[in-house]
């Protein structure tokens, strides 16, 4: 679904009056799960978008039409979140979450639409958060902080869709920056812009097509286990607040005090965050061989001290290695599915579309979806 298409159908539906907005999804080089225990993330914008026409309807009531999903939704702010489709819970929850901070919200009409596939770790649905949370802003003239913007779509998650996610989908839908990476950090909010821009290297994704049903029960699982790591920890150093605060080295004095699987997940979040502050350095020397090695070593990570890889990811991770000119791979985003991230050398994404897709096809039956996306700007109008 185009911005035109999104336009046209609002205006069909309830007239020609309306503002547009759009929010990127997002790609992640580097750092994964590290956002909820205040580490290092590298993610940025890319050129895929939820599309949203909207305006204030002189009512209470929010409507709300997904062009893509052929359904609509009206509600109020009492509404029960099940008595509402999956994708409405988005919306209704930013809506939820800003009237709860004792704003008072217009209703509207609204049609959304957009190009991001759905299930496929590319933050749909940090987009979609995204960009009811500007349209709010917008009509209601709240003034909100671009951080507001993006904390109001991390907290639906929370409270309304059930997924305790960190910062770095929100925060990259509403930061991104054309072909810059952004270095997040996740405890204080710093961020540094780190620019990507090659000649000779592409970044594409390759998408499974996969999404397990167990994936967010998986994810909160993980993040209590993040959790119990720092509560035992926390005993031995009191200095630590989270894993952030966590070296191996404090992991192999304590190792004996954590569960083993704990003891993994610690060790997965430790390496990560060394590696993201790692991949900023050879970013800044341009050393595309060094990063790919990070990347090569953080799928090793995911799939086996994290475990939140399938087999799906690993065979697709497994066979990018065996290509000439394929610099690193790695599953990205929440895992269980979903895409890999691949730095490739540009002479030869042929090749590698063509090794990939007939590996895929031969294990799994069905071909795999390419997306050679391009690092863009964050959500607009701000
Ligand atoms: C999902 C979450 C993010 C982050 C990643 C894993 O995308 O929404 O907050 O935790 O998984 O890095």
């Known amino acids: 679904m185009t911005e035109t298409n999104v336009a046209q159908l609002f205006q ?74 999956a994708w409405a819970r988005y919306p209704a929850g930013v809506i939820r979450e800003l009237s709860n901070q004792g704003y008072l919200l217009k209703g509207f009409n609204a049609v959304f639409g957009g190009d991001i596939p759905t299930g496929a770790g590319l933050s749909s649905s940090a987009a979609l958060e995204s960009v009811f949370a500007l349209a709010l802003n917008y009509m209601n003239n709240l003034k909100l902080a671009r951080i507001e913007i993006a904390r109001a779509g991390q907290q639906a998650e929370h409270h309304t869709v059930g997924v305790k996610c960190g910062i770095m989908d929100q925060f990259a839908s509403v930061f991104g920056k054309t072909n810059q990476l952004i270095r997040l950090d996740c405890r204080d909010l710093d961020y540094t812009y780190f620019p990507f821009k090659s000649r000779d290297h592409t970044l594409i994704l390759v998408n499974t097509g996969v999404s397990h049903a167990l994936a967010e029960s998986a994810y909160n699982e993980r993040r209590e286990q993040c959790e119990e790591g720092v509560r035992v920890l926390a005993e031995r150093f009191p200095g630590v607040r989270s894993l952030r605060d966590v070296s191996k080295e404090m992991l192999r004095v304590a190792e004996k005090d954590l569960e083993p699987v704990v ?7 430790a390496e990560e965050n060394e590696r993201v502050i790692r991949t900023c350095k050879a970013l800044e020397r341009g050393d595309m061989v060094k990063i790919g090695e990070f990347m090569w070593d953080s799928h090793q990570g995911l799939r086996h001290k994290y475990e939140v890889s399938c087999r799906e990811l690993d065979l697709l991770v497994e066979t990018a290695k065996t290509i000439s000119g394929v610099t690193g791979a790695r599953m990205m985003g929440g895992g269980f599915g979903g895409c890999t991230i691949n730095l490739l050398e540009t002479r030869q994404v042929n090749l590698f579309k063509e090794v990939t897709s007939e590996k895929f096809n031969k294990q799994f039956q069905s071909h795999p979806e390419y997306y050679e996306v391009t690092i863009a700007d964050g959500a607009t109008p701000q």
């Open 263 to 269: 003891l993994k997940r610690c060790e997965f979040v």
């Open 12 to 85: 069909s539906k309830f007239g020609k009056d309306f503002f547009i907005f759009r929010a990127p999804g997002r790609i992640n080089l580097i750092g994964e799960h590290t956002d909820y225990n205040l580490g290092y993330v590298l993610p940025a914008a890319i050129n895929k978008y939820i599309y949203l026409a909207i305006h204030p309807n002189e009512t209470g009531t929010f409507h709300i039409q997904a062009a893509d999903f052929k359904e609509d939704v009206s509600f109020d702010t009492s509404f029960r979140k099940d008595a509402l489709p």
